[in-house]
């Protein structure tokens, strides 16, 4: 059974810094993309970044660009979204998915399984 569990949301000022992680079990992590994806409220859901297996190929959308990072560690099953100099626009729920091949997949077609999600709220 497939578990995808995202931590590290919260509330901070603009400017400020977060890290999100996403555990992730019942599967060869090694082995396939993950995604980090945000859903404000009102909004469709919008990838925000994307890393291969090996974690040496990535994207980011191009708001983030610059201000957020996405990294994995595979010997501990789970994969990172470093977000920095935060923009009250940034707010959403935020969480991750399984690709569903090894390669960087930036459309939410290409995911088969999703977590929870973990709130972010960027507010002064």
């Known amino acids: 059974q497939v578990q995808l569990v995202a931590t590290g949301g919260g509330v901070v000022q603009p400017g400020g810094s977060l890290k999100l992680s996403c555990g992730a079990s019942?599967?060869?992590?090694?082995?396939?993309?993950m995604g980090w994806f945000r859903q404000a409220p009102g909004k469709e859901r919008e990838i925000v970044a994307a890393?291969?297996?090996?974690?040496?190929?990535?994207f980011h959308q191009a708001s983030v660009r610059g201000r957020f990072t996405i990294s994995r560690d595979n010997a501990k099953n789970t994969v990172f979204l470093q977000m920095n100099s935060l923009k009250p626009e940034d707010t959403a729920l935020y969480s991750c998915?399984?690709?569903?091949?090894?390669?960087?997949?930036?459309?939410?077609?290409?995911?088969?399984?999703w977590g929870q999600g973990t709130q972010v709220t960027v507010s002064s």
């Open positions: 019942g599967f060869t992590f090694s082995s396939y993309g």
């Open positions: 998915a399984v690709g569903s091949v090894a390669a960087v997949t930036t459309s939410s077609y290409g995911y088969r399984y």
């Open positions: 890393i291969d297996s090996s974690g040496f190929s990535f």
